[in-house]
């Protein structure tokens, strides 16, 4: 089964510095990576999908196979990314898992 | 409707009693899923219905919680005999199936269900 490792439950960073969100994976299949998105009293949300190599609100995550990582990052931070940030890992079949979470707080 | 609907969106229970959380998803979507959402466990899997495939079941903790989705539809989730530890926040998401054109990966979330058992 698929697993998804988010080593940080809370970053905290000042606005305008850079942020880097970590994620690791284990799948023994070829991975769909996602980021979602939980902002204060807010649905959780798609941010970015590796698949579609977009950038989203200025933030951008490379796959690396060799690693089996799926880093978010933002080169400036804003106070408005403060929110909750969920690495995911799709299956063949959609099956979709996701990491713990890491709070981000952006400070003035 | 137009998004992901659940209710009810706060239960207030005490120790022992069973309680029935359900979930109305996107029309047409036929992957329905069931996470938990609590303080330091993050978002945790509970189970996957696709289509008229078997559900995923793995992720369910106790066999006193289970989730039917009757129709390929509105889908229940059940917790027997509650316990304090079961106190989260119970998140459903729907999404279109494969092939259909839409990009996969995106979970569409309802608001979810607070639990808190006393």
């Known amino acids: 089964a698929q697993r998804v490792t988010q080593p940080e439950k809370l970053l905290s960073v000042f606005k305008g510095a850079p942020v880097e969100l970590k994620c690791n994976y284990s799948y023994s299949g070829s991975p769909e990576l996602f980021w979602y998105v939980q902002y204060s009293r807010q649905r959780l949300q798609l941010l970015l999908r590796?698949?579609s190599r977009e950038s989203i609100k200025g933030f951008t995550a490379d796959l690396n196979k060799g690693e089996t990582s799926f880093h978010l990052k933002k080169p400036f931070a804003q106070e408005e990314d403060s929110a909750m940030y969920y690495c995911a890992l799709s299956a063949y079949n959609n099956d979709m898992r996701f990491g713990a979470g890491t709070r981000l707080t952006v400070k003035p | 409707g137009a998004g992901v609907s659940q209710s009810p969106s706060n239960k207030v229970t005490e120790k022992g009693k069973d309680v029935e959380l359900r979930c109305d998803p996107i029309?047409?979507?036929?992957?329905l899923y069931w996470y938990r959402q609590s303080l330091g466990q993050g978002l945790e899997f509970l189970i996957y219905?696709?289509?008229?495939?078997?559900?995923?079941k793995s992720g369910l903790p106790s066999d006193r919680f289970s989730a039917e989705r009757t129709g390929g539809s509105v889908s229940t989730l059940t917790i027997q005999r509650t316990q304090q530890e079961d106190s989260a926040v119970y998140l459903c998401?729907?999404?279109?199936?494969?092939?259909?054109?839409?990009?996969?990966?995106?979970?569409?979330f309802g608001e979810g269900s607070r639990l808190t058992v006393l």
């Open positions: 590796h698949i």
């Open positions: 029309s047409g979507h036929t992957a």
């Open positions: 219905f696709q289509g008229n495939s078997a559900p995923d």
């Open positions: 998401a729907s999404s279109l199936p494969e092939g259909t054109g839409a990009l996969t990966g995106e979970l569409f």
